[in-house]
């Protein structure tokens, strides 16, 4: 087993109001990539995420990290979210109102660590000027600054970040986008993001898996076999039954091989695509499917 | 020097019975605010009983339980030599059980109200339990730890059914203000019924305006 890979195989009924369903995944997390996870809301993105973190106990399976055992339920293993080497940055940032910014880093700083990771990560972020500020004098996206410099003082294996950008508006993002790319890329962190903006993905992920009802129903859309570059030039509407409803961006005739399968529609038209492979997909026949 | 000894004992019952209302109710509100179990309805109509309950109702079955002619206050007396009935501590007893729901229902609103993933937050930046309730949820549930201090406080000073019930009426043992109000009446004595009351208002009405005062400044401590 190579150990630099993490492995996430498990399942968990999710039963509430809005869903009733198994989730079952098996994924690979793969060192240093950035792996974004997309997927209608309640397909269970936000459930692996919080599996990951340990703080969903009641999941069946295996979760190796890094060469560590985090998970095992046939075993009886199950490591606190304390005893996991992660980062967290929750889609309400959760900073902690009664700590100003500096003292929210410091908190999160083992005790045999020195000061000079939250000094560079103020700096990184550029949260010098902040850093006795209080969350509630923060704009959303200084908030979120400070959530990301958090989730890194403790040097995690895994940075899990849950919709990060979601409350921000497009300006925002965009600039946002730029400080989780450079942090990724400085720390050389294995990061797991949710998101359900297409540019966002496109911009930010090495590779994307969408999940629909529990299901990963497709996945390696790497960076450099380029679908994950056409499928996201277009805006993403919706997964259903294996397939993925599309409208085609200006920029799909770029693409050398995979551009052919859309030769017959125009930019801007609906489609719906379905993965066959990691280099090949195929749009479908809606009227066959129905 | 009957009178002092009535208002020292019945501020020691409150502030007694409020500490330790504090150390059970924290734990207790945590586990109600974060339970999933589906015998939270009935935990939680188990703590807010005192309300709705006759506080005689709840003195009188303290009273039963703990005489020394029931098998309960019999082993407690000849095991441990301790004795609940007509003493101060059958007072705090019966003190902790009446203002039970007024400690633990602020707090348990308070944890519920916090944003739903600041103590997941801590955890995952390797914070226990323990630490993650001592500094990140109690200090942004002040208001709330503020109104269970006083509203235990306060209606401790002010109970009459439960007190009466298992303490009675021992001048400087379990002779508490209101009971002491209630016997100067029956004896037609006014002027000392009086003295009480209004010594109880000013108190109240001080203590009052102190936790309003805090509360202010808790509250503009947590949301600056």
């Given at each position: 087993?190579?150990?630099s ?92 109102p ?46 979120q ?16 970040l849950?919709e990060p ?18 942090l ?59 397939r ?34 990691a ?12 | ?26 734990p ?36 039963i ?42 707090l ?6 916090l ?61 508490v ?38 509360n ?6 947590i949301?600056?």
């Open positions: 087993m190579d150990h890979i993490s492995s996430l195989n498990c399942s968990l009924q999710l039963k509430d109001s809005q869903r009733s369903f198994y989730l079952e995944v098996d994924l690979q997390l793969y060192p240093k990539e950035l792996l974004a996870l997309t997927g209608p809301s309640g397909s269970g993105k936000t459930t692996i995420l919080r599996i990951l973190a340990g703080l969903e106990k009641r999941a069946k399976g295996r979760l190796w990290v890094q060469g560590e055992l985090w998970q095992d339920s046939a075993q009886g293993i199950f490591l606190a979210p304390q005893q996991r080497s992660i980062g967290v940055v929750f889609q309400d940032y959760a900073l902690f009664n700590m100003s910014v500096l003292q929210n880093l410091q908190f999160a700083l083992p005790k045999t660590e020195n000061q000079t990771l939250i000094e560079e990560l103020l700096e990184v972020m550029d949260l010098q000027e902040l850093k006795t500020a209080y969350p509630r004098e923060l704009s959303g996206g200084q908030q600054r400070v959530a990301l410099a958090r989730a890194l003082v403790r040097r995690p294996k895994l940075l899990l849950d950008l979601s409350a921000l508006d497009t300006q925002m993002r965009e600039h946002l986008q730029g400080f989780i790319r450079l990724h890329e400085r720390y050389a962190l294995t990061t797991l993001l949710i998101s359900h903006h297409p540019e966002e993905i496109q911009r930010l992920a090495d590779r994307v898996i969408v999940m629909e009802k529990g299901k990963i129903i497709s996945e390696n859309l790497t960076q450099e076999t380029k679908p994950a570059g056409l499928l996201l030039s277009a805006i993403w509407l919706a997964p259903q039954n294996g993925i409803r599309v409208q085609l961006g200006d920029n799909e005739l770029q693409m050398p091989e995979p551009a052919k399968a859309f030769a017959d529609y125009l930019p801007g038209q609906e489609v719906w695509i379905r993965m066959v492979s280099e090949r997909f195929e749009v479908c026949d809606e009227e066959k499917l129905r | 020097m009957d009178f002092f000894n009535t208002l020292l004992l019945t501020l020691r019952l409150a502030g007694v019975t409020t500490v330790i209302l504090l150390v059970l109710g924290i207790i509100a945590y586990r109600l605010a974060y339970t999933r179990s589906f015998l939270k309805p009935v935990f939680e109509a188990m703590v807010s009983l005192p309300l709705v309950l006759p506080p005689t109702v709840i003195g009188f079955y303290l009273l339980a703990f005489s020394p002619n029931s098998a309960l206050g019999e082993w407690l007396q000849n095991n441990l030599d301790i004795r609940l009935v007509f003493t101060f501590e059958g007072l705090v007893l019966g003190s902790v059980i009446y203002s039970f729901p007024f400690m633990v229902q602020p348990q609103s308070g944890f519920e109200h944003p739903p993933h600041l103590a997941e937050a801590s955890y995952t930046l390797g914070k226990s339990t323990w630490v993650t309730l001592w500094r990140v949820l109690l200090p942004n549930i002040r208001p709330a730890l503020l109104s269970g201090i006083v509203l235990s406080f306060a209606h401790t000073v002010g109970e009459f059914g439960v007190v009466l019930m298992i303490g009675g009426n021992i001048p400087s043992v379990t002779r203000a209101s009971i002491a109000i209630y016997d100067e009446v029956e004896a037609l004595n006014f002027a000392a019924a009086n003295q009480y009351a209004l010594t109880m208002v000013v108190l109240t009405f001080v203590f009052l305006v102190l936790f309003f005062r805090f202010r400044r808790s509250q503009q401590w949301t600056r």
